[in-house]
């Protein structure tokens, strides 16, 4: 019986039916070459078949490991006559011994450290005893990642799709690693610490494995392939869905007029709110290669005057219905002052023929063909779209990003985050921010998730009855949002939600609070910069640690550099190939300066613990210098907050003749006094300097339009305030 087997069911045999009935693409074969020494291969797991994928693809003479129920399946009995396998269970120390010994012997072990297959489509809990291996046996890791099998029939996630997506599979191999652990770490601590790492090796072969070189539509393409054409995957408030070939089409048709007015590799200017349209037209511009600026609506005429100037932006493309809601008839007159011409959706949809819409119908059919006949310009390369910083620290800045910064960025997140093509988005930030863009949009529709788009992230008693009413399981947003969110939503509103964002402002313990109190939703701090793509760092199901930012996404390098007169914490650094191609600046308008050997200094103070989680202390602009001691403005913040959690505030520095600094409060609370602020501090054992020594109360915190504070409006008021000599009692303290 053996025999017969091993003689029908050779390498060469069932490699070939594979690839004619599935279709596989082995990677990285390469880094097999002059393997020496101890080695352990470790695979993720999607399904039944990926052992045989490994037999049948990799060239090695292998030793697999296997669960003994599975092993007890008669459709598997046959396949373990072709390779040898152990029946193991990776919990007992006694089954981790032998294989210890059978990797020391010099066998090439396959084993899978999730342990059991998926159900998400993504990475699971990593069991120690793969790690106990790795480290005991000083093997060589070699990670073996494989992408598409988890769609099939063969998997438990797979298997509950009516229809199931067409994906071809891929089986990436990795060049070796080793465990980078301390020999000085023992028991407890140093089981945790290679798990971790073990975890970190295989998140880093599925970011890797991910497409980076291709353009954001290319991957649009490969989405609607993998998903199809009908089913709904965008919503917006007009509740009328749409699928990947409504927004293929729409995109087609619309890209087409543009070039009417603009021309492949132009700047131009996109101010809409989210929704299908929106959305549509920014992968119109793409489709035909014209690179769109989202310009902040929020920040006020001067800054977005200043982002058309810094991008040499010549037509702006937006809604009158959007112009007339929002009341913005004095922006659109100052802009064409300028000489910029605004170019209204509307007045594009009565140009378009019955002809051009015949024409993007077909061409949604064959995307790729037309796309690529269409696009001269597919470079991941280039830039894909423009967005600007805040100017939470002054005028804002044109950040241009790549398709391939995007498609890391997405890829470094989706390797963490166990969202699947089960789950829906409720997407709130605007696009034109850039968490919003690459969270919001980017993030499901290139993964083929359904996302549903609201155009205002404060309708506060709006929004919680619609992600009930949607059953979305995933929310990003900022603190400030979701700090409205709880205040307004019943109980039952969130029952839906999987996972919970926080980013682009500080995550208040008190917000944490609310909503596992009140909806059972853990909220989860997330970090990063426009100029990042933007996310760094996040929390997750996996690795969690309240009152951080989470842990290093996948592929990014970190430096620390001291600054004077801080201890607590160093300036942060970062590189990856999410790092923005570079700065736009008003001073050089359309010239991208790319950072510095690839670095991006975030100006933020933080420290990272052993775990590699980090903790943000303060931007290093954010500290004022009072009688020779540096002392945190976001520190001051925190403090505060924890006297009157239920209010808003804010802490700037302002020039002092004797001490150098001093701070000034701004608060939502009325009635603040110097001797609470004093005897609180004192008590969390903060000096004197610490506390501030002007207050001025506020009815409403002055916010930017992402939800964050107005930092230079604040610095500006300060400053005037501080420089008066008629100061009201009223409305600042001594």
Known sequence: MKKIINLLFNRTIVSSMINRFIGVKVNGLENLKNLEGNVLFIANHNSFLDAVLIWAFIPEKLCFTISPLVAKKWWVKPFLHLAKFFPVDSTKPMAVKSIIEEVRKGSRVVIYPEGRITTTGKIMKIYPGPAIIADKSNAKIVPIYIEGSQYSFFSHFGSKFKVRPKSKITVNVFPPAKLKIPDSLRGEPRKKAITRELYDILTNAKYFSAPLKQTIFDSLIDASKLIGRKKAVIEDINRKPAGYGLLLTMSFILGKQFL??????????????????????????????????????????KNMLSCCKAAKIKNVYTSREFIAKIEFGEVIEAMEKEGIKIIYLEDI????????????????FFP????????????PEKPSVILFTSGSEGVPKGVALSHENIQANTS??????????????FMVLPIFHSFGLTAGMMLPLLSGVKVFYYPSPLHYRVIPELIYDTNSTLIFGTDTF?????????????YSIKIAVVGAEKLKEDTVKKFFDNFGVRVMGGYGATETSPVISVNTHMYYKRDTVGRVLPGIEVRLEDVPGIEDGKRLFVKGKNIMLGYIRVENPGVIVPPENGWYDTGDIVSIDEEGFIRIKGRAKRFAKIAGEMISLTAVEASILKIWPDYMHAVVAVPDEKKGEQLVLFTTREGTVFNEITSSFKSQGLSELFVPKKIKVLKEMILMGNGKVDYVALNQSAGELFCSNSVAAASIQD
Do not use: W
């Open 412 to 425: 470094q997140v989706s390797s963490v985050l166990p969202y699947s093509l089960f789950d829906s988005f």
């Open 349 to 364: 949809k009565k140009q378009i023929k019955l002809k051009d819409k015949l024409i993007g119908l077909a061409a949604s």
């Open 482 to 494: 979701f700090n409205g969110y709880a205040k307004a939503a019943h109980a039952y509103d969130f």
């Open 368 to 379: 790729r063909t037309y796309y690529k006949k269409n696009n001269p310009l597919r470079n």
């Open 260 to 301: 009417k007015s603009g021309k492949p590799g132009e700047y131009v200017g996109f101010m809409l709110p989210n929704s299908i349209a929106a959305i549509a037209t920014f992968f119109g511009f793409q489709a035909f290669g014209m690179v769109p600026c989202m310009l902040n609506f929020s920040t006020g005429i």
